[in-house]
């Protein structure tokens, strides 16, 4: 079956500090992975999406890495600030086809002033 | 450009009730999707459509839903006769199309609440 896990489930950190949010997915072979943000009562906002050739991609303080041959993903986030507070998803696409997104539940993270 | 619209953004209707969501996804995207998101089931894709084709409905959980595509910038997601277990927020998403995959766009999503 075709699963992406999140870890951990809810966060909460100290403003400032770098911090890192994870995803594993169950089939190595993605086309691609993306993190979104979502705020409480709102869409998603797509982040950073990462092609299967590619190991990263940045924006600002996000980072984001692909490791396909075990399963994983990684978002950073450097230098946390209190607006920074959402549920992060990350969500990938199986071999039903590269727009056919399979999301993780999230992580709730909290940075507190 | 103002992003994916959805209308309503809450409903409210009894159980039996047809319920219609509205979408107009941004304008030149070729991909738009229907997504379902709950507590119990996090957020599901229930079909998605490319150049106003349906290309993958796997996921509309019951007769009762369906989705139509009239033109590039319209999508309705219907159902009926809705259920309380039906009661969710629905996002409608849209992306550019071709040989890689892009970014989806969210719209601010409608909450159904069925009674």
């Known amino acids: 079956k075709q699963e992406v896990t999140q870890i951990p489930a809810a966060l909460s950190v100290p403003e400032g500090e770098n911090l890192v949010l994870n995803c594993s997915f169950t089939d190595s072979a993605i086309y691609n992975l993306q993190w979104f943000r979502q705020d409480p009562g709102k869409g998603l906002t797509s982040l950073l999406l990462?092609?299967?050739?590619?190991r990263e991609q940045t924006s600002g303080r996000l980072n984001a890495s692909l490791d396909k041959s075990s399963g994983r993903s990684t978002l950073y986030i450097a230098a946390s600030q209190p607006g920074d507070s959402a549920t992060y998803l990350c969500?990938?696409?199986?071999?039903?086809?590269?727009?056919?997104?399979?999301f993780g539940a999230g992580t709730r993270l909290a940075v507190h002033p | 450009d103002a992003g994916v619209i959805q209308s309503p953004r809450h409903e409210v209707t009894e159980m039996g009730q047809e319920v219609t969501l509205r979408c107009k996804p941004i304008?030149?995207?070729?991909?738009l999707f229907w997504y379902r998101q709950t507590m119990m089931r996090g957020l599901e894709l229930l079909i998605y459509?490319?150049?106003?084709?349906?290309?993958?409905d796997s996921g509309m959980p019951e007769d009762r839903f369906s989705a139509k595509m009239p033109n590039a910038s319209f999508s309705t997601l219907k159902i009926q006769p809705s259920e309380p277990r039906d009661s969710a927020v629905y996002f409608c998403?849209?992306?550019?199309?071709?040989?890689?995959?892009?970014?989806?766009?969210f719209g601010p999503g409608t909450r159904l609440t069925v009674t």
């Open positions: 990462i092609q299967s050739s590619q």
């Open positions: 998403a849209s992306s550019l199309g071709g040989k890689m995959a892009y970014e989806q766009y």
């Open positions: 459509f490319n150049n106003n084709v349906p290309i993958d």
């Open positions: 969500a990938a696409p199986f071999s039903g086809g590269y727009n056919k997104l399979i």
């Open positions: 304008s030149g995207h070729d991909y």
